[in-house]
């Protein structure tokens, strides 16, 4: 009897503890149960990579920000918008007409480098003068600068050639002051005439002037008296559009002059204040375009506004050439004016003393780029600064 009661104390003894088994393991497959289903595949980036990768500042591939710092980036979490390097707006710092001079102060200027700390001597003198003709001075002007200068050291007992430089720079001064840079805008309208060759940069000055004028409040309309060719007349629109100025054309070989009289009517009949116009390149030696310059240039007198100002544009790349263009344009057409352009690629600043004494013609505006805001006034002053920088 006892031992059957034994034999089934042992059996519930067994089940008990086969039923606390079972248990057991049927918790621990459900604990376990979830991590497995989230597992990532075998061959899956590890959590803070998945992480890291949907963050936006990967997208553009721009570095991503810090947040090991303690200010509010810090404080992102990943996926977060504050983590995205966002560009800041800073207004562009807009360098001066001395830092835009680029190549034209520099080829001159490092010229000068070498003969500072000298003693006056004829070395000196030719160096001097072979610099001042590399930068485009021309010979006519140099000599006539450096003669002047000479007289000076020797009048003033100068020895040192930096003292010779200081009075080189004032001659220099000297040739430039007083140059009127000023854009005559009466004429109800004023019509301001553009000529020079082929490739100068007469529609981009426009289009630059146009925005330019436009912005201080005159009412502006573009004449495209480049009848040439087709394409140029888009080009002068599209300066029309970016500069939100009146444009008008005619068909491709219209005859120019009347293209800029029914510009000028339009302006006048729609209160306009200024006339940009357009012309052809034309190459200086070949009489009859230059003929044909002179005769655009009376038509538009014939209508209701006036020829204020002929700008004749030069490429200050073309050196000394720009001073034939210069003297051949002036005989056939009043030049008031040049427009230097180019000046941001050229190590031929020079140019502007040679025009300007030769000729007489004033420098009035100098461009420094191809965009919109690349044209600037010639400042004489900022000028020679640059030039001895
Ligand atoms: N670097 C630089 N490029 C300029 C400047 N002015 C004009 N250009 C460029 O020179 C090229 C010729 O300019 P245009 O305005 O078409 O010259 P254009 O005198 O009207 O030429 P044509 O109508 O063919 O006689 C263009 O690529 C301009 O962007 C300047 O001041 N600096
Ligand atoms: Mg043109």
Do not use: C, Y
């Given at each position: 009897?006892?031992?059957?009661?034994?034999?089934?104390?042992?059996?519930?003894?067994?089940?008990?503890?086969?039923?606390?088994?079972?248990?057991?393991?049927?918790?621990?497959?459900?604990?376990?149960?979830?991590?497995?289903?989230?597992?990532?595949?075998?061959?899956?980036?590890?959590?803070?990579?998945?992480?890291?990768?949907?963050?936006?500042?990967?997208?553009?591939?721009?570095?991503?920000?810090?947040?090991?710092?303690?200010g509010?980036?810090?404080?992102?979490?990943?996926?977060?918008?504050?983590?995205?390097?966002?560009?800041?707006?800073?207004?562009?710092?807009?360098?001066?007409?001395?830092?835009?001079?680029?190549?034209?102060?520099?080829g001159?200027?490092?010229?000068?480098?070498?003969?500072?700390?000298?003693?006056?001597?004829?070395?000196?003198?030719?160096?001097?003068?072979?610099?001042?003709?590399?930068?485009?001075?021309?010979?006519?002007?140099?000599?006539?600068?450096?003669?002047?200068?000479?007289?000076?050291?020797?009048?003033?007992?100068?020895?040192?050639?930096?003292?010779?430089?200081?009075?080189?720079?004032?001659?220099?001064?000297?040739?430039?002051?007083?140059?009127?840079?000023?854009?005559?805008?009466?004429?109800?309208?004023?019509?301001?005439?553009?000529?020079?060759?082929?490739?100068?940069?007469?529609?981009?000055?426009?289009?630059?002037?146009?925005?330019?004028?436009?912005?201080?409040?005159s009412?502006?309309?573009?004449?495209?008296?480049?009848?040439?060719?087709?394409?140029?007349?888009?080009?002068?629109?599209?300066?029309?559009?970016?500069?939100?100025?009146?444009?008008?054309?005619?068909?491709?070989?219209?005859?120019?002059?009347?293209?800029?009289?029914?510009?000028?009517?339009?302006?006048?009949?729609?209160?306009?204040d200024?006339?940009?116009?357009d012309?052809?390149?034309?190459?200086?030696?070949?009489?009859?375009?230059?003929?044909?310059?002179?005769?655009?240039?009376?038509?538009?007198?014939?209508?209701?506004?006036?020829?204020?100002?002929?700008?004749?544009?030069?490429?200050?790349?073309t050196?000394?050439n720009?001073?034939?263009?210069?003297?051949?344009?002036?005989?056939?057409?009043?030049v008031?004016?040049?427009?230097?352009?180019?000046?941001?690629?050229?190590?031929?600043?020079?140019?502007?003393?040679?025009?300007?004494?030769?000729?007489?013609?004033?420098?009035?505006?100098?461009?420094?780029?191809e965009?919109?805001?690349?044209l600037?006034?010639?400042?004489?002053?900022?000028?020679?600064?640059?030039?001895?920088a």
């Amino acid at each position: 009897m006892n031992l059957v009661l034994l034999i089934i104390l042992v059996v519930i003894g067994l089940l008990l503890a086969a039923g606390a088994a079972f248990a057991l393991r049927g918790r621990r497959t459900r604990e376990l149960a979830p991590a497995a289903k989230t597992a990532p595949p075998a061959d899956a980036p590890p959590l803070e990579k998945q992480l890291d990768s949907t963050s936006p500042s990967d997208v553009d591939g721009s570095p991503k920000a810090d947040t090991s710092d303690d200010g509010p980036v810090g404080d992102a979490q990943p996926g977060d918008a504050s983590i995205v390097d966002e560009p800041v707006d800073e207004p562009p710092i807009k360098p001066t007409f001395r830092e835009r001079l680029g190549k034209a102060r520099t080829g001159f200027s490092s010229a000068l480098g070498g003969l500072r700390g000298r003693k006056v001597d004829e070395e000196a003198w030719e160096e001097l003068e072979e610099a001042l003709i590399r930068a485009d001075v021309g010979v006519p002007t140099t000599m006539a600068m450096l003669e002047r200068v000479r007289a000076r050291t020797r009048d003033e007992k100068v020895t040192d050639f930096d003292g010779a430089l200081m009075l080189l720079r004032q001659e220099m001064e000297t040739q430039l002051e007083g140059t009127d840079i000023s854009l005559t805008q009466a004429g109800d309208p004023a019509v301001w005439l553009f000529v020079g060759v082929n490739g100068v940069g007469k529609t981009t000055t426009i289009g630059k002037l146009a925005n330019r004028e436009t912005v201080a409040g005159s009412k502006v309309v573009l004449a495209a008296g480049d009848t040439f060719r087709a394409a140029a007349a888009e080009q002068l629109e599209t300066w029309a559009e970016r500069a939100g100025t009146g444009f008008i054309r005619g068909a491709e070989g219209a005859d120019p002059g009347s293209v800029i009289f029914d510009a000028v009517e339009h302006a006048a009949a729609s209160g306009a204040d200024l006339v940009l116009a357009d012309t052809a390149g034309r190459l200086h030696n070949k009489s009859n375009l230059m003929e044909e310059l002179a005769k655009v240039r009376r038509v538009a007198e014939k209508a209701s506004g006036q020829v204020t100002e002929v700008l004749l544009v030069i490429d200050a790349t073309t050196g000394q050439n720009g001073l034939a263009q210069a003297k051949q344009f002036t005989e056939s057409v009043d030049v008031t004016g040049i427009v230097l352009t180019k000046l941001d690629g050229s190590a031929k600043g020079g140019i502007v003393l040679a025009i300007q004494s030769e000729l007489g013609i004033p420098v009035k505006l100098v461009g420094l780029g191809e965009g919109i805001e690349d044209l600037v006034e010639f400042d004489s002053t900022e000028f020679v600064d640059a030039l001895f920088a």
